[in-house]
């Protein structure tokens, strides 16, 4: 339609891109031009060229936070999806309990992160929580999953697992909306079990679900954050030190803008080849659905 | 298809397993704010308290200015939403329904903005804020979350069906551009409104990231931040005091989750 005069659309359209430009897009110049600088907010900052990122580099540090926050991206990427999609077939029936059922999974999603990273702080405590009661009854002792190194990170990506399971599954369930019943019932009448119904009509048509619940959950634990501050604190010997709560040390405790800068735009770099990713997966799932 | 007994019979076991792995770690977190600091210790593992005592509740309740926190966080979300709809609206309207010179360029800049989380931004946003005197102020909390690029997009796509024609007998009537807006359109667009509100609502009113980043003392503390707080302070790790925290601050979403329960899972599925 014409607008009724030129400069309608643009008085619509003004607060809001004012306001996403801001606070969305001039940000991330804004690090870009702040992460050639050693500024610690103190004292007047300090032109350095790339220094910040050879810094970052230079002990292979910046090389282990990205992997770390990878491979927790990939724990909980891998749990979301298989537990949403065994629980949305396992629920996708009709009645109360089963509605009770995916109501109670679902809410985990809508609590607050600080109410779950508490929670399982509690449950996970080595002491007096309840794995520590359960281990001691089992004779293995003392265990603190949350100060041990090894086990710290896995730890945290099961509380996110728990967290955000309930949202791949009500995707799932989603898509199973869109598997026509007459097809699994001429499979049925054809002699196929409920596996090889599952293996050659679901899952085909689930496809491009399954594709977008992993690459939005990807996104989403890739910018994990709160369970880390509320948890770990990046610890034990930086064990769950993940992306983005090293650019909150960096900027709050070590008071190093130019590094937290510097950071910024790598962790956007690395959001944005997911982004690329994604846009990928969409369009091979918007053709497919065509 | 008909079930067998038996088959029936494993998927109401399954189905209980997964009732229990969600509601078990809340029925312990109910349980232990209930219990007592020397029943804590004496008795780790037991599943219920002795007897119901309130008395972690009323220390959540003496260290928290709790009705406060809840206050200012409840305006904060409500602020966020409600202003990401009401700019939602005339900017979806001028990217679906006119046709003017840069409108790709505009529907560009918002989708390009869908890629950038707040946790790429807030380094340079709270150095902005910091020149500007804003850190600790509800300004830092609301501002950079006004305008919603996913907002404005879905009302972009939902306003995409709505028939010109409705618009133009608007217009023959004598309605002015945001009378269609606000008057005419919005209330077309009650589901769509209403999902993006509560979405938004429930994702401010949890947020700890943001406020955790933009505020450094206690004049626009929320709630989440507040409740995080009681693990960290005082000496050991009063776990019945945490917990009854944890209820205070659940309890609100879980009641807004029953009531609403459509509109969120409908929200959540109608974005994939």
């Known amino acids: 339609m014409t607008p009724r005069s030129t400069w309608h659309p643009w008085a619509m359209l003004g607060p809001t891109l004012a306001l996403l430009s801001v606070f969305f ?13 050693s500024w610690d907010m103190l004292t007047p900052p300090r032109y350095v060229g790339t220094a910040n990122y050879a810094a970052l580099a230079a002990h292979g540090e910046l090389l282990r936070v990205a992997l770390r926050t990878l491979g927790y991206s990939v724990l909980v990427v891998a749990g979301t999806m298989t537990l949403g999609l065994g629980l949305a077939l396992l629920l996708d029936r009709p009645g109360r309990f089963f509605g009770f059922v995916r ?32 281990t001691r009854w089992l004779g293995l002792g003392t265990v603190s999953l949350l100060g041990d190194p090894r086990w710290a990170l896995p730890a945290l990506a099961v509380v996110a697992v728990w967290k955000l399971t309930g949202y791949a599954m009500i995707v799932f369930l989603a898509g199973l909306q869109g598997v026509p019943r007459s097809l699994l019932e001429a499979a049925a009448l054809d002699g196929a079990g409920p596996w090889a119904r599952f293996r050659h009509v679901t899952m085909p048509l689930l496809a491009p679900t399954a594709s977008f619940v992993a690459t939005t959950s990807l996104v989403t634990s890739f910018q994990a954050f709160d369970v880390v501050r509320i948890m770990t604190q990046g610890g034990p010997a930086r064990a769950t030190e993940l992306f983005v709560y090293a650019i909150y040390e960096q900027i709050f405790l070590n008071l190093s803008v130019g590094r937290a800068s510097a950071l910024t735009v790598v962790f956007f770099v690395l959001l944005l080849a997911v982004a690329g990713l994604q846009l990928r997966v969409w369009r091979a799932r918007a053709g497919a659905s065509r | 298809m008909r079930e067998s007994k038996s088959r029936h019979a494993v998927i109401l076991a399954l189905a209980c397993v997964a009732a229990v792995a969600w509601l078990l770690p809340y029925a312990w977190m109910v349980a232990t704010s209930f219990k007592t600091l020397p029943e804590i210790v004496a008795h780790p593992g037991a599943p219920l308290p002795e007897h119901v005592d309130t008395g972690a509740y009323r220390e959540v309740f003496a260290t928290l200015p709790v009705a406060r926190y809840m206050g200012i966080t409840a305006f904060m979300a409500g602020t966020i939403a409600f ?61 950079p979350f006004a305008a919603s690029a996913l907002g404005t997009f879905l009302v972009r796509q939902a306003l995409v069906s709505v028939p010109d024609e409705m618009i133009e007998a608007a217009r023959m009537d004598g309605a002015g551009e945001l009378t269609i807006v606000y008057r005419v359109l919005a209330p077309m667009l009650k589901p769509t409104l209403v999902s993006l509100f509560l979405v938004s609502f429930v994702f401010h009113y949890n947020d700890y990231f943001w406020p955790l980043v933009m505020t450094t003392d206690d004049h626009v503390r929320t709630l989440p931040l507040g409740v995080a707080l009681l693990r960290e302070q005082g000496t050991g790790v009063r776990w019945h005091i945490v917990m009854a925290g944890n209820v205070v601050l659940s309890l609100p979403v879980l009641a807004l989750f029953a009531m609403a329960q459509k509109h969120l899972v409908r929200a959540v599925s109608a974005r994939s």
């Open chain 1, 25 to 37: 897009l001039l940000p991330i110049g804004v690090a870009a031009y702040e992460s050639l600088f």
């Open chain 1, 103 to 134: 109501a109670s999974v679902f809410s985990a999603y809508v609590v607050s992160w600080v109410a779950v990273a508490l929670l399982w702080m509690w449950i996970l405590d080595g002491n007096s929580g309840a794995v520590g009661g359960l």
């Open chain 2, 83 to 143: 202003a990401q709809i009401a700019l939602a609206l005339p900017a979806g309207y001028a990217l679906a329904k006119l046709r003017f010179v840069g409108r790709g360029f505009a529907f560009g800049t918002v989708l390009a903005c869908l890629l950038v989380p707040a946790q790429a931004t807030f380094v340079p946003v709270f150095l902005l804020f910091a020149k500007a005197h804003v850190v600790n102020t509800m300004t830092a909390l609301v501002l």
